[in-house]
């Protein structure tokens, strides 16, 4: 086996967050170098809170674990408890964590890694709002030499948006950054509403978590039964798009996605569209290619990964 790819986890959880967290964390290809959390689903001050939580859960209190932006670069936080609960990890019950917070900054972590680290070694893996990653990138540019490719999950084209009609939440709320991170030059790759509607939490793929009869498989189920009751009612579908999760599974499977590379903007003024990816899929423009934009996913393999991956915590 190759050796384990290095990764840094960027993240807001949100249920969905810690399902991605979990998968990282029960996968041997991967080594997790640290997390940062961010402003996004609920407050930094639970963000951060929560990713100790999933960490304890996942049997991880050796992580390193970051605090980062408590609101987007320029504009105010806009939270999603209306989604995630008051706690953002509502469903299970989860004990307070004892493990210890690192005291640097989440952006500040993230530069001193990578300017440590070998050219092209590290992958970003950023599952909510990219205020952290555009707070590292502005503070030293030098860093995009290390990074070998920045995996988000945020934006959408084809299924509009879920926050407004045009945007989704994690660039919605800090289009800024998105517009930083689009066009710092480093490899990335978008997976989108286009992807992540396409991979439902139905009662059976549920199900199949609780079979486990583990911790970790009780926690999932319950973090995705109570995650996906918004979505269901407002979709009418069984089940409720899983997002971050596409994330991790595109570096340990990334033959079951598809896309291509294409151009996304990010608009930033529209009073109606602000937050929109606007992404170039049929090449109507001469704007240069800086995102590879996914599109497909084979949902059962994606569900078969998850489920194998957490059996194993
Ligand atoms: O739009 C879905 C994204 O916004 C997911 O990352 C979810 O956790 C929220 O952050
Ligand atoms: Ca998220």
Avoid at 80 to 85: I, K, V
Avoid at 171 to 193: N, Q
Avoid at 212 to 225: D, I, K, M, R, W
Avoid at 227 to 245: Q, S, V
Wanted: charged share 20%.
């Amino acid at each position: 086996m190759p050796p384990p790819r290095k990764i840094i986890i960027d993240t807001d959880p949100g249920q969905d967050d810690a399902v991605a967290i979990l998968l990282a964390l029960a996968s041997p290809e991967l080594d997790v170098l640290g997390i940062t959390a961010v402003a996004g689903n609920v407050p930094l001050a639970r963000t951060e809170e929560n990713v100790r939580k999933i960490c304890e859960l996942a049997g991880r209190r050796d992580m390193a674990v970051y605090a980062g932006a408590d609101r987007p670069l320029t504009r105010d936080l806009v939270t999603a408890e209306y989604l995630h609960g008051v706690t953002g990890l509502d469903g299970p019950d989860l004990p307070a964590p004892t493990m210890p917070l690192q005291a640097m900054h989440g952006a500040d972590f993230i530069v001193e890694t990578l300017r440590n680290a070998a050219p092209g070694s590290v992958t970003l893996c950023t599952l909510g709002p990219l205020t952290n990653i555009a707070l590292a990138l502005q503070q030293a540019p030098e860093i995009a030499a290390a990074i070998a490719e920045i995996v988000s999950m945020g934006g959408g084209f084809f299924e509009g948006g879920n926050v407004t009609p045009a945007a989704e939440f994690n660039i919605y709320v800090d289009p800024e950054a998105a517009v930083i991170v689009f066009g710092s030059g480093v490899p990335v790759t978008l997976i989108p509403l286009d992807v992540t509607h396409q991979c439902l939490t139905t009662q059976a793929r549920l199900d199949a978590f609780y079979a486990l009869g583990t911790t970790a498989g009780t926690a999932v189920g319950e973090l995705l039964s109570f995650f996906e009751r918004y979505d269901e009612a407002k979709y009418g579908t069984d089940g409720g798009p899983l997002h971050d999760p596409c994330v991790i599974a595109w570096l340990l499977t990334p033959e079951i996605f598809g896309g291509k590379l294409i151009n996304v903007e990010v608009e930033t003024a529209s009073r109606l569209t602000q937050g929109m990816t606007v992404a170039d899929w049929w090449g109507v423009t001469d704007r240069v290619p800086n995102v590879r934009y996914l599109r497909d996913v084979d949902a059962d393999a994606f569900f078969q990964l998850l489920v194998e991956h957490i059996r194993l915590l």
